[in-house]
């Protein structure tokens, strides 16, 4: 599976060059399946939010990029349904587009589905994440991004790739979290971290990683910042 872990979505043409890269074949003929599951685990998102990401009428370009089809893939009713009735859908879809939302509640109803199962034999699929939708893939979040809790008690995303994920960084004074509220979260992290602001994306295509960015980005870990006094 090819990964573009994106912040806000396909906001600039470098984000989007890189996504036309990863895909076999013009975004006019690919099909796509968007997931707006993490929506509803996050106290400030919910239906209405959910509805603008599935619509493409949110602030964040992925589902209105032109697709030549669209179809939802809520990950709560799967359990429900026998799996040939979605997986031949999932394997045949040239992308995957994943809302924001709670990263914890987007990883529980990955693996209680069996997407997560999935993903391994997806080589050729494109995962587009939004914000929790990337952070999923991460091996650790930090306490800082943490709204809701399984009862099973676990707090790991899917650790599919060896980095961890701060989105949303702004300049002091503007909406959003800043960077000294990402130095202190690293503190929390084993492993690096990608401080990434809303015109960023991280691509991972056979391991290798490369930041694609028109705006602010930072790779921090935690003995770094430290060492600097911060």
């Not at 984000?15 to 996050?42: F, K, N």
């Not at 599935?54 to 990029?65: A, C, F, Q, R």
């Not at 015109?199 to 930072?218: L, R």
């Amino acid at each position: 599976m090819k990964l573009l872990l994106t912040d806000s979505g396909v906001t600039n043409p470098s984000i989007h060059a890189a996504l036309v890269g990863m895909l076999d074949r013009p975004i006019a003929e690919s099909h796509a399946l968007c997931i707006p599951t993490g929506m509803y685990g996050h106290p400030r998102a919910g239906l209405d939010r959910a509805w603008q990401f599935i619509s493409g009428t949110s602030e964040n370009p992925m589902v209105d990029l032109g697709w030549k089809s669209v179809g939802v893939l809520e990950l709560t009713a799967l359990p429900s349904i026998d799996a040939d009735r979605w997986v031949p859908l999932v394997e045949e879809a040239d992308v995957l587009l994943v809302s924001g939302g709670d990263v914890l509640y987007l990883a529980y109803w990955m693996r209680e589905s069996g997407l997560t199962d999935l993903l391994p034999s997806l080589e050729k699929t494109v995962w587009v994440g939004l914000s929790a939708g990337s952070m999923v893939m991460t091996p650790e979040v930090g306490e800082d991004f943490i709204q809701w809790r399984p009862k099973t008690g676990d707090i790991s995303p899917l650790g599919l790739v060896d980095f961890s994920i701060f989105p949303h960084v702004a300049p002091e004074g503007m909406p959003g979290n800043t960077l000294a509220e990402a130095e202190s979260w690293i503190q929390g992290i084993s492993g690096p971290g990608y401080v990434i602001d809303g015109q960023t994306a991280i691509a991972v295509v056979d391991g290798v990683v490369e930041v694609v960015s028109e705006g602010t980005w930072q790779l921090m870990r935690r003995e770094e910042v430290a060492s600097a006094g911060r």
